[in-house]
Structure formats: C-alpha cells, structure tokens
C-alpha cells in the first residue's frame, strides 16, 4: 500500500522560504522506472494546480510558470522522500499543498492531476504579513 505524507507547511511572510516534504512508503510494490512524483496546490475556491514534478528514478525535473525560479523539487537518494524548496514566497503561493505519485511516462503529462494514482493528505501553506 502505497502512503504519502507532507510536511512542512505553515505560515510564512512575503519573501520567505520554506521547505515541504512528502515521505513515500510502498512505492517499491507499485514502481516502474517512468514513476513520477508531484506538487500540487488549490486555494480556496480553485482548482488543483500543478507546481512541480520528478522522475522518481531519473530526476529531471518540471516546474509550473508561476513557481519556476523560485521552487526547486528533488528527491533523497534513498527514494523515501520528495522536497519542495520554495524561495521567494508571494502571498498567491498561499494554498493547501499535495504531493501525488503515478506512473507517468511523460514529463509533458505532469501536470495532470487525473495521471496520478496516490495523494496524499495536503499540508497548509500561508504567505502572510
């Protein structure tokens, strides 16, 4: 069974940084080499938004337009964890965040949260003065 949880959120003021984590279990019974992780965030009243992902073996990142610059996704070598480093906060950064895992075997499909078969719970990220 496959389980993803995120950490790391909370409130932050302009400018700041922050760094999330998704710990991922169980993924060695449900892997393939074009496994790829994600970040997403939705605000209240908005859809899910795509915001970065990684090739779970190869690495080769992707970033959304809004967070390129200014977010860095990588994962541990051991393959446990997935990090969002995010720089530069801007209050619309402000959202719950979720990071999902799926057998994906285009960076160009990423960004499409119907590709991804697990999610996890979502952690709060506030940009605040």
């Known amino acids: 069974q496959v389980q993803l949880v995120e950490s790391g959120g909370r409130l932050v003021q302009p400018g700041g940084s922050l760094r999330l984590s998704c710990a991922a279990s169980?993924?060695?019974?449900?892997?393939?080499?074009?496994?790829?992780m994600g970040w997403f965030r939705q605000a209240p009243g908005t859809g899910r938004q795509f915001v970065a992902g990684i090739n779970w073996y190869a690495g080769s990142p992707e970033y959304s337009e809004s967070v390129k610059g200014r977010f860095t996704i990588s994962r541990d070598d051991a393959k446990t964890t997935v990090y969002l480093q995010m720089n530069s906060l801007k209050p619309e950064d402000t959202a719950v965040y979720y990071c999902a895992s799926g057998p994906i075997y285009y960076y160009s499909d990423y960004a499409f949260p119907e590709k991804y078969k697990y999610w996890g719970q979502g952690t709060q990220v506030s940009v605040s003065s």
């Open positions: 169980g993924l060695t019974s449900d892997s393939s080499d074009s496994y790829a």
